[in-house]
């Protein structure tokens, strides 16, 4: 009995982990914004990404076949973003390097969504060392300015509180 209760807790506890918790917040030439997410359903492999890098170009590179369909990858000012007209609903990933060379995907679409004013609030309260913390409906978010845009940080706000 104590078992089942352990992996029912863990259970919960590891859903809650699950959730996208971080977003990349850029502001669009004519206005609004474009939020790209740490998670997404477009989980391409790293050999695929890396094939879809060396392909970019400004124009598009040369479609390349990949696990949800065909791919082109776009070299832009953010870097490298790659297109897949056939994933249901991710149907873009902007690749992203951290100081140390690692690639992170940002995906176009992902499980957090907030109103266009509340990521306005959020944008507005970016700082590089990071913001002010604010409540934004359900989560507690703090927002940084990075060379990409504004990465805000989520996390649930606990029950009853």
């Known amino acids: 009995m104590r078992i089942l209760l352990f992996v029912a807790a863990l259970m919960l506890v ?19 914004f474009t939020v790209w997410h740490t998670e997404g359903e477009s989980q391409l492999s790293d050999e695929e990404v890396m094939t879809l890098e060396a392909a970019a170009k400004p124009g598009g590179g040369d479609e390349i076949p990949t696990s949800f369909g ?9 870097g490298v973003t790659i ?14 390097r951290d100081n140390c060379g690692h690639v992170r995907l940002w995906h176009a679409a992902g499980t957090t969504t907030l109103s266009e004013d509340q990521i306005t609030d959020i944008f507005m309260s970016a700082l590089p060392e990071g913001g002010k913390r604010l409540t934004v409906g359900g989560y507690h978010v703090k927002a940084f300015i990075t060379p990409f845009g504004v990465t805000a940080t989520l996390w649930s706000i606990p029950p009853g509180k």
């Open 70 to 78: 065909p791919a082109r990858a776009y070299e832009n000012s953010d």
């Open 83 to 96: 297109r897949l007209p056939a994933a249901r609903n991710d149907k873009a990933l902007l690749l992203d």
């Open 14 to 32: 590891t859903s809650g982990w699950a959730n996208d918790n971080v977003l990349l917040i850029q502001l669009r030439p004519g206005g609004g």
